[in-house]
């Protein structure tokens, strides 16, 4: 019983390197989402997906796209990394805003490091 | 804007005490309020999720309640056990995702 699965679990990278974070979901969730949580911020909004083929952006998207592959995958990328990106990044997943009133899932997270 | 703010920011309490974090909101506008527990290095686990409807969800040794009107939530923990230290976060759906507060840390003691 997966859940929600990201990879990779643990990233460095370089100031200007480019990456995909992935993430991918077994539940048949309608909506996916990308969240950046930072000490003292708490977590916050990069993007969502509300289903397949529509992406929007969040609070906190710039230096960011995203890619909605099918209903399943949902990917973060970062094209020239930088310090400020250096964060703790989770996916979740669920069935939408206010639909169903059932709780988002979320994977155990993808640390990265930028240098 | 919605802003959710915990109080308090890290709690340590021993064993067997009963305890309540304290979650409040600025925009009752809300579809639901959400209960996560974080253990350290890890991910999110839903624990409760109260309706805009509901007033109070059970679970277990678990209590959450939610007050609308005053854009306030608390979590009761009862007889609580050092498996329970982690940090709890609370989150409200409104708009598009969940908007999260900063949450509580939570230290129980043997």
């Known amino acids: 019983n997966a859940g929600v699965t990201q990879t990779p679990k643990f990233q460095v990278l370089k100031t200007g390197q480019s990456m995909t974070l992935q993430c991918a979901q077994d539940?048949?969730?309608?909506?996916m989402y990308w969240y950046r949580q930072d000490p003292g911020m708490g977590l916050r909004l990069i993007y969502y997906?509300?289903?397949?083929?529509t992406t929007d952006k969040g609070e906190v998207p710039n230096g960011y796209n995203v890619s909605r592959l099918n209903k399943r995958e949902f990917s973060l990328r970062l094209e020239s990394a930088a310090p400020s990106q250096t964060s703790v990044y989770f996916c979740?997943?669920?069935w939408g805003t206010g639909i169903n009133n059932q709780p988002q899932h979320f994977g155990d997270g993808t640390r990265l490091s930028i240098l | 804007k919605q802003e959710v703010t915990q109080i308090p920011a890290a709690l340590s309490v021993p064993e067997g005490e009963n305890l309540v974090l304290n979650c409040s909101f600025t925009?009752?506008?809300?579809?639901?309020l959400q209960w996560f527990r974080q253990d350290p290095g890890k991910g999110l686990t839903s624990l409760l999720l109260?309706?805009?409807?509901?007033r109070e969800q059970t679970s277990g040794r678990l209590n959450a309640s939610l007050d609308k009107s005053s854009g306030r939530s608390t979590l009761y923990i009862a007889a609580s056990q050092p498996g329970d230290s982690a940090t709890y976060l609370c989150?409200?759906?409104?708009?598009?995702?969940?908007?999260f507060g900063k949450g509580t840390t939570l230290s129980v003691s043997s």
């Open positions: 979740a997943s669920g």
């Open positions: 925009d009752s506008a809300i579809y639901n």
């Open positions: 109260i309706q805009s409807s509901q």
């Open positions: 989150a409200v759906e409104a708009g598009t995702a969940l908007i």
């Open positions: 539940m048949n969730h309608n909506s």
């Open positions: 997906s509300a289903s397949e083929g």
